[in-house]
T-cell receptor
Framework: GAVVSQHPSRVICKSGTSVKIECRSL??????MFWYRQFPKQSLMLMAT?????????EQGVEKDKFLINHASLTLSTLTVTSAHPEDSSFYIC??????????FGPGTRLTVT | GNSVTQMEGPVTLSEEAFLTINCTYT??????LFWYVQYPGEGLQLLLK?????DKGSNKGFEATYRKETTSFHLEKGSVQVSDSAVYFC????????????FGQGTTLQVKP
């Protein structure tokens, strides 16, 4: 069965609004969660690393004020895209890991900003 | 810095054909290497991995050997099926073991009956 869930699977929002994406670890308490962004027909780009109870570490070039990450518990992390614009339209994927073991990926969330 | 380069796709094969998807990497030390598969509309799934030089990862008929001398981790399968149609990603995790994965650009495989 699924190890990681994401909600919603698809979302369409208007430009200027904010959207929250949830990532849940179903099988274990994840020490670390990662957020990726995938453009059409391109690879995954790591956006940030999220550890429970501490601030997320953002990759170079990723705006932390635009992409707010809250790692509320060992099983839940949220990514909020604030003041979304059409260029934020993308496929957002989270992954979870326990320590430095294998990463388990969520099914992804398709965001479309109109 | 660390990076992964995959052969460009799409790769189109007939059922039962032999598959090779090339992957080379640049990294310091001894990274761990992975192949992930993404079926249409789904998230990534780990296909196989190798954590040290000369290790061979295998799963579902797919194989890849960690070649330190050529910095490669090519994916192979002797006889592909239509159900293997997907996007395949090569990835590395640095020897520093921060947990971060660095992905190649992905290779789309289409298998025709």
């Amino acid at each position: 069965g699924a190890v990681v869930s994401q909600h919603p699977s698809r979302v369409i929002c208007k430009s200027g609004t904010s959207v929250k994406i949830e990532c849940r670890s179903l099988d274990f308490q994840a020490t670390t969660m990662f957020w990726y962004r995938q453009f059409p027909k391109q690879s995954l780009m790591l956006m940030a690393t999220s550890n429970e109870g501490s601030k997320a570490t953002y990759e170079q070039g990723v705006e932390k004020d635009k992409f707010l990450i809250n790692h509320a518990s060992l099983t839940l992390s949220t990514l909020t895209v604030t003041s979304a614009h059409p260029e934020d339209s993308s496929f957002y994927i989270c992954s979870v890991t326990l320590g430095t073991a294998e990463q388990y990926f969520g099914p992804g969330t398709r965001l479309t900003v109109t | 810095g660390n990076s992964v380069t995959q052969m460009e796709g799409p790769v189109t094969l007939s059922e039962e054909a032999f598959l090779t998807i090339n992957c080379t990497y640049t990294a310091t030390g001894y990274p761990s290497l992975f192949w992930y598969v993404q079926y249409p509309g789904e998230g990534l799934q780990l296909l196989l991995k190798a954590t040290k030089a000369d290790d061979k990862g295998s799963n579902k008929g797919f194989e890849a050997t960690y070649r330190k001398e050529t910095t490669s981790f090519h994916l192979e399968k002797g006889s592909v099926q239509v159900s293997d149609s997907a996007v395949y990603f090569c990835a590395l995790r640095a020897a520093s073991n921060t947990g971060k994965l660095i992905f190649g650009q992905g290779t789309t495989l289409q298998v025709k009956p």
